[in-house]
């Protein structure tokens, strides 16, 4: 389908160069094509519509976008509202979804919506939606905290009527579907914060170098450089874990415990990184003129999107078994 063939490991060394871009939004863009809205596509769609969607995405002439999150159902995937009622050789959707990363410029969305009245971990399926379909409303581009350079849209749907042959794989799955696919998402997130908080690092220790204070340079402190010596041996703490998980993964095992403690960790770690180093910049580090206010906003992203920080530890705990799964 014109993809290099390559497992998942290629996928993870790309994310960590996607890294060296001075900003959250491209990684983040291209993680949506590449890690987000096409993992499902790609393993259980059908012929038709991996040469319809997945094709054109893979060559760069489509925009993907994933439709999961709503405004009432974050991180809660089980209790979104949005809903695809099968009616003929097409389904009808109502509804909406919120926090859509690229949304207003894609070309199709791989949306998540109910198509029954079951179980809510069994009555959800994913669907390949074109976006210029009649009924398609883009309510507004979402201003943000971070992610500037990103497209994040509100979107509604009105009597949207799409093919029954968009469903992707078997009806009713697209619960389990979609937690497979925020494996892939998460492990991409988790490698595309690691060269960021690097850089972040490493122009701390430049800059406090050569900024004096009390006649002497900041980095002479020790509190500063012991706490620079901690965040990077954290960050590569951070990438052995990463470096784990996906050599399971590619083996064929299941990384959910693994992938969402590297995702709990990289959303903690950002957000100390980011913090520690913007003290240290002083009143330059509230301005937009440095990196690290930029990557201080960009990375807050981390512990919210694909799962927040308390979900994963709710995942984790169910895979130690401290709480029962559902």
């Known amino acids: 389908y014109g993809g290099m063939g390559l497992d998942f490991s290629y996928n993870i060394a790309v994310a960590e160069e996607l890294g060296n871009i001075r900003c959250g ?16 596509l790609t393993r259980f769609g059908s012929h038709e519509l991996k040469k319809q969607f997945l094709v054109p995405t893979i060559a760069g002439d ?28 097409e389904y009808v959707i109502n509804g909406g979804k919120m926090w859509i990363t690229s949304g207003s410029q894609a070309d199709w969305m791989c949306l998540l919506a109910n198509t029954s009245e079951g179980p809510p971990h069994q009555n959800k399926s994913l669907l390949c939606l074109p976006m210029n379909l009649p009924g398609i409303h883009v309510a ?13 849209a509100q ?5 949207v009527r799409v093919p029954c042959k968009n469903l992707i794989g078997e009806e009713g799955k697209g619960f389990t579907y979609q937690m497979l696919q925020f494996q892939e998402e998460r492990l991409w997130g988790v490698a595309t914060a690691l060269t960021p908080l690097e850089t972040i690092i490493q122009e701390t220790i430049d800059y ?32 052995s874990l990463l470096h784990r998980a996906v050599a399971l993964y590619v083996e064929g095992n299941d990384v959910t415990k693994l992938a969402s403690m590297a995702k709990l ?15 240290f910049w002083g009143g330059m580090g509230f301005t937009s003129e440095v990196l690290v206010s930029r990557f201080y906003r960009d990375l807050r992203l981390v512990s919210i999107g694909g799962g927040t920080d308390e979900t ?4 984790i705990c169910k895979y130690m078994e401290i709480l029962p799964r559902k």
């Open 25 to 40: 939004g491209i990684p983040m863009a291209i993680g949506v094509q590449a890690g987000m809205a096409t993992p499902a």
């Open 62 to 89: 489509f925009v993907a976008c994933l439709g999961v999150s709503e405004a009432g159902a974050g991180s809660d995937v089980a209790n979104i509202k949005t809903t695809a009622v099968r009616k003929g050789d």
């Open 140 to 152: 507004k581009k979402i201003d943000k905290l971070g992610m500037r350079s990103s497209d994040t």
């Open 155 to 159: 979107i509604f749907f009105e009597d």
């Open 208 to 239: 406090t170098r050569q900024r004096k204070v009390f006649g002497q340079p900041v980095l002479h402190n020790q509190t500063v450089h012991f706490r620079l010596a901690e965040l990077a041996t954290e960050v590569e703490l951070l990438r």
């Open 265 to 279: 960790k990289a959303g903690r770690l950002t957000r100390e990184v980011t913090d520690s180093c913007l003290q």
């Open 312 to 315: 994963m530890l709710s995942i």
